[in-house]
Nanobody, 129 residues
Framework: EVQLQASGGGLVQAGGSLRLSCAASGFTFDDYAMGWSRQAPGKEREGVSCISSSDGSTYYADSVKGRFTISSDNGKNTVYLQMNSLKPEDTAVYYC??????????????????????WGQGTLVTVSS
């Protein structure tokens, strides 16, 4: 079965940076869009970013645009999220997911992930003031 493992979270001061990684196995990576979501306690899951491993197109939520960068390494079946200029409101558990990207833009793929995706094991990011 498809397995997803997110890592790289931790405690960081506001303004700092973290780099999250998500390794995927059990499917052909470049046939899927991979994305990141986050969920803070008591709040809904929020789509953060998504990338197509076939053409490299990306999607970013307005809340992170200009601060976060998503990238992928198809050879390693891994997707990354570089998070810069972190803010306390970025504090959340971050999750990754992968879906069949056929016929979808990355924005559409992000929406599908939020609605139907299996997000696997998340990693906690805590940003202090």
């Amino acid at each position: 079965e498809v397995q997803l493992q997110a890592s790289g979270g931790g405690l960081v001061q506001a303004g700092g940076s973290l780099r999250l990684s998500c390794a995927a196995s059990g499917f052909t990576f470049d046939d899927y869009a991979m994305g990141w979501s986050r969920q803070a306690p008591g709040k809904e899951r929020e789509g953060v970013s998504c990338i197509s491993s076939s053409d490299g197109s990306t999607y970013y939520a307005d809340s992170v645009k200009g601060r976060f960068t998503i990238s992928s390494d198809n050879g390693k079946n891994t997707v990354y999220l570089q998070m810069n200029s972190l803010k306390p409101e970025d504090t959340a558990v971050y999750y990754c997911a992968a879906i069949d990207n056929s016929g979808m833009t990355t924005a559409q793929a992000m929406g599908v992930m939020i609605s139907f995706g299996s997000w696997g094991q998340g990693t906690l990011v805590t940003v202090s003031s």
